[in-house]
């Protein structure tokens, strides 16, 4: 079992950043894949980036390549979503997710889920 929690959610202006942390609890999760979705107001959940448990295969979606970087710490059970020249139409509830399988880019292939933060971007 595997429990996540993001942090570092709020309110900032557009082109400005901020820096979402993902903790888990359990030591399996070193051996996950992890991503991170939202879902903004109206719309449906999708998909921003994953990573693999090694770290060395990360994928974006186009909507954020370039101003995002995903990353984690395994040590720390940790993942972390860089997020620069922040838009207004990033604003949405931001979730971490994680699954045993060796890749997922797809919100159904995750088993495990955050609660979500929320990020807010100002124009």
């Known amino acids: 079992q595997v429990q996540l929690v993001e942090s570092g959610g709020g309110l900032v202006q557009a082109g400005g950043s901020l820096r979402l942390s993902c903790a888990a609890s359990g030591r399996t999760f070193r051996y996950y894949v992890a991503g991170w979705f939202r879902q903004a107001p109206g719309k449906e959940r999708e998909f921003v980036a994953a990573i693999s448990w090694s770290g060395a295969a990360t994928d974006y979606a186009d909507s954020v390549k370039g101003r995002f970087t995903i990353s984690r710490d395994n040590a720390k059970y940790t993942v972390y979503l860089q997020m620069n020249s922040l838009k207004p139409e990033d604003t949405a509830v931001y979730y971490c997710?994680?699954?045993?399988?060796?890749?997922?880019?797809?919100?159904?292939?995750?088993?495990?889920w955050g609660q979500g933060t929320q990020v807010t971007v100002s124009s």
């Open positions: 997710a994680a699954d045993p399988a060796g890749w997922a880019t797809q919100a159904d292939m995750y088993h495990y």
